[in-house]
């Protein structure tokens, strides 16, 4: 058999087991998706502010510019041209509202886990990283030379055994974890991983708050401002490709990091900068992110009341957040769920296999600001 034929079998083999993916045709209408000629509510997306179904919002960002700051692409990387001054406007911004010494900004979630983790680990380093940490993280690791042991999900205890049998071997220890999990849409121990973290020396907090980023915190900084424990997180990465509608990444940091990063830093090095205009849309979003309270505390609702009903309905919801994942198990008898919600207009994913653990098959809701509380209650009615 050549490999190609092995492809076949092996796309087959998937087939079989209902876990072929294949990429979506569909088109946007603001919150709605259109697929097959169906308009249906996106309970897909991660916009969780709403931001990118904003019209209004586009509209006003478009007053500020000219072709001057049109600016499609940047040409270089950072570290040659393609270090523009709205890319400094953007990282004294934030470190202004973090109120930490830097940030350094990313071309996506991805650069920014794939790069750090590499850039800053050794052989000398051990990772100790959540169980469930999004693929990036894995993937970050797996790059760097460093040793990892994952603990089981959000077990401060087995964590606490690791470290304390561990870190005396190493020069340093990081800790990785997101705030807020991609496929759970639990939390994160943050005074616990704090606690441990001061009760050892040479270890580094890394969290990850892609999915808290202008969602969580009085200012939509995340959770660890939620938590109060922004000064406590080493590396604080999150990204801009959800809530903040936008493309990239960040992380906010103590300057040592960053400039540590800009000379060690493979995903920031060797690639060509963001465009300046997908960074000054960025900035406006950013700028404005203290704003947007009402949409995080109507989110924070229509949240609960999905939860809330899942529980009732014997679903087993370890939700604290606006993902809500409902699971099923198999994934045929998911997607056929998926199915019939769709049917009824609402357009709900399946989530299966490798992305979550085997018999853990799920529809992922992924709630927006831009639903209003009549459209969940309709949708809870149309869940078995
Ligand atoms: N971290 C987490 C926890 C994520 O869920 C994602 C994207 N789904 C990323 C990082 C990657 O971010 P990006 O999409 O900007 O590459």
């Not at 079989?16 to 996106?42: C, D, F, K, W, Y």
């Not at 424990?229 to 990204?239: A, K, M, Q, S």
């Not at 019939?340 to 490798?354: D, I, K, N, S, W």
Request: neutral net charge; aromatic residues 8%; proline residues 3%.
């Amino acid at each position: 058999m050549n490999v190609i034929e092995q492809m076949q079998q092996e796309l087959q083999a998937l087939k079989e087991r209902s876990n072929l993916r294949t990429l979506p045709a569909l088109a946007h209408e603001g919150r709605n998706v259109i697929v097959n000629g169906q308009r249906m509510l996106n309970l897909s997306s991660n916009d969780y502010l709403g931001l990118a179904a904003d019209r209004k919002l586009r509209e006003e960002f478009l007053q500020e510019l000219t072709v001057d700051t049109f600016l499609p692409t940047s040409s270089s990387s950072r570290l040659l041209t393609g270090n523009f001054t709205i890319y400094e406007e953007l990282e004294q911004t934030l470190a202004q509202l973090f109120g930490t010494e830097a940030a350094l900004v990313f071309n996506s979630g991805y650069h920014a886990n794939t790069g750090i983790l590499p850039a800053v680990s050794d052989t000398q380093t051990l990772i100790l990283a959540d169980k469930l940490v999004h693929a990036s993280l894995i993937d970050g690791i797996r790059l760097s030379a460093a040793r990892c042991i994952r603990y089981r999900h959000n077990d401060m205890k087995q964590l606490e055994r690791l470290l304390a049998e561990n870190h005396a071997t190493y020069r340093q220890v990081i800790i990785v974890t997101e705030s807020i999990f991609s496929m759970d849409g639990d939390v994160a121990d943050l005074k616990e991983l704090v606690r441990l973290k001061h009760a050892y020396d040479n270890v580094l907090l890394y969290v990850d708050e892609a999915h808290a980023f202008g969602v969580r915190g009085n200012q939509g900084l995340g959770y660890a401002e939620e938590t109060g424990y922004i000064r406590e997180i080493d590396f604080l990465v999150g990204t801009f490709g959800k809530a903040a509608a936008s493309a990239g990444a960040y992380i906010v940091c103590q300057r040592t990091i960053r400039e540590y990063l800009v000379n060690q830093m493979r995903t920031l090095i060797f690639t060509t900068a963001l465009p300046p205009i997908n960074i000054a849309w960025t900035l406006f979003i950013v700028r404005r992110l203290a704003g947007f309270k009402e949409r995080r505390i109507h989110l924070k609702n229509i949240s609960n009341i999905l939860r809330n009903a899942l529980k009732e309905k014997g679903y087993d919801c370890p939700s604290a957040s606006c993902i809500v994942p409902m699971i099923v198990g198999a994934s045929s008898d998911t997607i056929l769920r998926a199915k019939e919600l769709q049917r009824h207009g609402f357009y709900a994913l399946p989530v299966r296999p490798p992305t979550v653990p085997e018999g853990t098959s799920r529809i992922r809701f992924s709630l927006t600001a831009e639903i209003t509380e009549e459209e969940i209650k309709e949708l809870i009615q149309y869940i078995q």
